[in-house]
């Protein structure tokens, strides 16, 4: 425990037979689960972790943390509909068996997915065990060994001591990120996190593709956990999810750590146009859930008109273009509908932006 609450950290790994020991061994003693989702590794992953699993076991039971369930009072039924949502909803993740024998004293859970669903998919199935047995902080380790467990602590502390819905590391804001972050990975991460501040919300935060995070337990049952992006744009996902359920945020400074433990099995230039895809699907999400459905802002008008007249400026422009590059002369007609539009949507794109960073603001701690 830390400081009198409970602390579990996921670990989604796949083919991490030769690092997960060593990620195990190096967890902090105030973790008090430590939930192995091992994503269908062909290789001995999941017998590593067993042996592990039998050899904590000789140390002496730990602190019991059975299940959460919800007693039925006079005033409890929104309680009790929420909870029968949850255990229907175990339908949605990737199937799973939790293999130990005394998953409630065990301090290492292992989960076995029986199919590979992604890094997001193992994510959102430690998320969910954690979320049934009611745990304060749940923290994200990978099973490659890159993260270090020294600074676990400090990820964990804003959620147990100051109720920070989830806390994220960045790397780029580390003195030696630019000497030890490959060249491509960072340019890709800038490319990434610019686009996540639009389709988030969150407009100060930075290095959205770490991994290393912490969350509270009211955020994780704020959110849909099974409908968390399956693959590596999870991060990205996760915060307009968070975004949505207006869950605050904060960063805290992580040292980058490369060549130790194993090589990524991230394809950046294959990871970020499929990110991109997701992000702008997921900047309309947020629009029209958060700023419609449930609670109309100007922003939307604003945003919605930037598109629209971006979009019907088009045709015009392309007159405009066609008409310098062959010499000819251009009507006046098209010329001043281009320059109405183009600024106007202008103009609302950027009093758009302003409101959503404004409204935002709170939310960053």
């Known amino acids: 425990m830390l400081k009198g609450k409970t602390v579990a950290v996921v670990v989604p ?4 037979e030769s690092q997960i020991g060593f990620v195990i061994d190096t967890m902090p003693d105030f973790v008090d689960r430590i939930v192995v989702v091992n994503d269908h590794s062909p290789d001995r992953t999941a017998e590593v972790v067993k042996e592990l699993i039998a050899r904590d076991r000789t140390k ?24 029968e949502e949850s255990e229907r909803e175990m339908a949605h993740y990737v199937p799973s068996e939790v293999v130990n024998e005394h998953p409630g004293t065990d301090r290492i859970i292992l989960i076995n997915n029986l199919r590979n669903g992604g890094v997001g998919a193992g994510i959102a199935r430690g998320y969910k065990w954690c979320q049934d047995h009611a745990i304060d902080c749940t923290a994200v380790m990978a099973g490659d060994g890159q993260m270090d467990p020294h ?5 964990c502390l804003p959620v147990i001591e100051e109720g920070i819905d989830y806390v ?9 990120a630019w ?8 340019f890709g991460n800038s490319i990434l996190s610019i686009l996540t501040k639009l389709a988030s919300g969150y407009w100060r935060v930075s290095d959205t593709q770490t991994g290393y ?9 704020a959110i849909k956990l099974h409908r968390i992006y399956r693959s590596y744009g999870m991060p990205n996902d996760m915060l307009v999810k968070l975004n949505i359920a207006q869950c605050t945020l904060r960063e805290v400074e992580i040292k980058p750590v490369y060549r130790v433990g194993e090589q990524s099995k991230m ?7 499929r990110v991109s895809r997701l992000l702008i699907k997921s900047f309309f999400i947020r629009l029209w859930r958060k700023y419609l459905f449930k609670d109309f802002h100007p922003l939307f008008i604003f945003y919605n008109y930037a598109i629209v007249a971006g979009l019907i400026t088009l045709p015009y422009a392309w007159k405009i273009g066609k008409a310098f590059l062959t010499g000819a002369n251009v009507a006046t007609e098209p010329l001043i509908a281009f320059l109405f ?4 949507s202008f103009q609302a794109l950027i009093f758009a932006m302003w409101m959503d960073m404004q409204d935002n603001e709170r939310l960053y701690r």
Not at 179 to 186: D, E, G, K
Not at 267 to 273: D, E, Y
Request: charged share 30%; glycine share 6%.
């Open 13 to 16: 790994c796949y083919n991490e």
């Open 267 to 273: 394809k950046v230039f294959k990871v970020i146009p």
């Open 341 to 344: 539009l183009a600024t106007s």
């Open 168 to 176: 994220k590391g960045n790397r780029l804001i580390h003195r030696s």
């Open 213 to 221: 995070t912490a969350i509270g337990l009211r955020a994780m049952q």
């Open 151 to 155: 600074e676990l602590e400090s990820i």
């Open 60 to 83: 002496g039971e730990g602190r019991r943390i059975p299940p959460h369930k919800v007693e039925r009072t006079r005033w409890n039924e929104a309680e009790l509909v929420l909870q």
């Open 179 to 186: 000497l030890v972050i490959p060249r491509v990975r960072f």
